[in-house]
């Protein structure tokens, strides 16, 4: 193994640049993940684009093997040295509220709060010793507190790269919105986290699943489709509502997942598409007001939702296991560890190549 580590590293605002590092010791309690392949998320374009504070690795949706580890981390995890894992983005204290009731992304310690350095990856800086806490990097480090998964060697790495979306899908259309036999899910927005909801919404048993996005996301709905969405509406052209009510004779939906990123008025359309008693689940709706009249008699759940639970990382890998959906149609594109600002620029739009949808970087590519 070489004594240095190349990581892409984020030094300003939409500046990314290789940087090397030693590579740490570890000790009998951590370990250290050679990545095979590290996602990018919606979240990264934001921190690319707005950055603030020290520089830091990106890099949160992290797929590895296990290069080296302690012998008690070994045993704490039920891993070896050379398995293959993924690793969740939080590292929380283990004692608080939330991490004694097993809700540890919510754990002060990974969260971004003033007076203290957060401890996710992808966010903590590289002042903080040994400095590789990102995945767009050849090698992550795994403190004592490090949550990995195992993960089965057939999954193709493109695959393996949607840990985190398939989690917040299961998380978000089943766990929270309670996507099941008989009933029907609307899902706003087809980006990786609509899409990966609709795979969720399919695996739950729902009974309908119906995608909704704009005009300009005529392939997207095509993804969906053969993702397992049963119709498409592109809201452009026609009223989500009066669409919703007709395929479902008048009922409406029985879950809606708000993914959008926005929108004029993509909350209102929940509200008038939700069934008389539904739940809607608030993934990402971007800077909007909740409407609260126009909507007559119902009994609505609103939920605003945050990540993915521990139970909701492994539904997500079981259904990735499975081999049942094409998901090589969410995870369009892979770069190296040297284009990393060309894939962040790609994946928001700004550049080529056009049409990701989940991109990825793989520094051994
Ligand atoms: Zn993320
Ligand atoms: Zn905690």
């Known amino acids: 193994m070489s004594e240095r580590v190349w ?13 090397e590092y030693p590579l740490p010791e570890i000790s009998a309690d951590d370990a250290l993940l050679k990545i095979e392949i590290a996602g990018i998320c919606g979240s990264d374009i934001g921190g690319y684009q707005e950055f603030a504070g020290e520089p830091r690795i990106r890099g949160h949706e992290n797929v590895g093997f296990l290069a080296q580890i302690g012998a ?3 045993k704490r995890w039920g891993v070896r040295e050379g398995d ?3 690793v969740e983005q939080y590292l929380p204290c283990g004692n608080c509220r939330w991490c004694r009731t097993g809700e540890y992304r919510f754990c002060d310690q990974t969260d971004k709060l003033p007076g203290q350095t957060i401890l996710r990856y992808g966010n903590t800086p590289v002042s903080v010793a040994p400095s590789l806490w ?3 990097s050849q090698y992550l480090y ?7 998964h195992k993960i089965p060697a057939h999954v193709p790495a493109t695959h393996a790269a949607l840990f985190v979306p398939l989690a917040n899908g299961m998380q978000w259309a089943y766990l929270q919105g309670g996507a099941a036999p008989g009933k029907t899910v609307v899902i706003q927005g087809p980006g990786q986290m609509g899409l990966a909801s609709v795979v969720a919404a ?4 729902a009974q309908c699943v119906i995608v909704s996005g704009l005009s ?3 392939h997207r709905f095509e993804v969906a489709r053969k993702l397992g969405a049963h119709h498409t509406v592109d809201v452009e052209r026609e009223s989500l509502s009066a669409r919703v009510k007709q395929i479902t004779n008048g009922q409406g939906a029985d879950v809606v997942v708000n993914v959008s990123r926005g929108g004029r008025s993509t909350v209102r359309d929940a509200l008038e598409c939700a069934s008389k008693i539904a739940t809607i689940v608030l993934a990402g709706p971007g800077t909007q007001e909740i409407p609260t009249k126009g909507f007559g008699r119902k009994l609505i759940t609103m939920k605003w939702v945050q990540g993915a639970s521990f139970n909701a990382f492994e539904l997500g890998l079981q259904l990735m296991a499975s081999g049942r959906y094409p998901l ?8 190296d560890l040297r284009h990393v600002n060309e894939a962040i620029r790609a994946f928001a739009g700004e550049a080529e190549p056009a049409g990701v949808i989940h991109a990825s970087i793989r520094p051994e590519v």
Do not use: C, K, M, Y
């Open 328 to 335: 090589s149609e969410i995870s369009t594109h892979q770069f």
């Open 7 to 19: 990581a892409a590293t984020q030094i300003g605002v939409g500046q990314i640049e290789l940087r």
């Open 72 to 74: 008690n981390a070994a």
């Open 142 to 148: 795994l403190p004592p507190n490090a949550i990995v």
């Open 216 to 218: 300009r996301d005529a």
């Open 202 to 205: 399919r695996e739950a048993g």
């Open 84 to 86: 293959r894992v993924v």
């Open 134 to 136: 990102g995945g767009f």
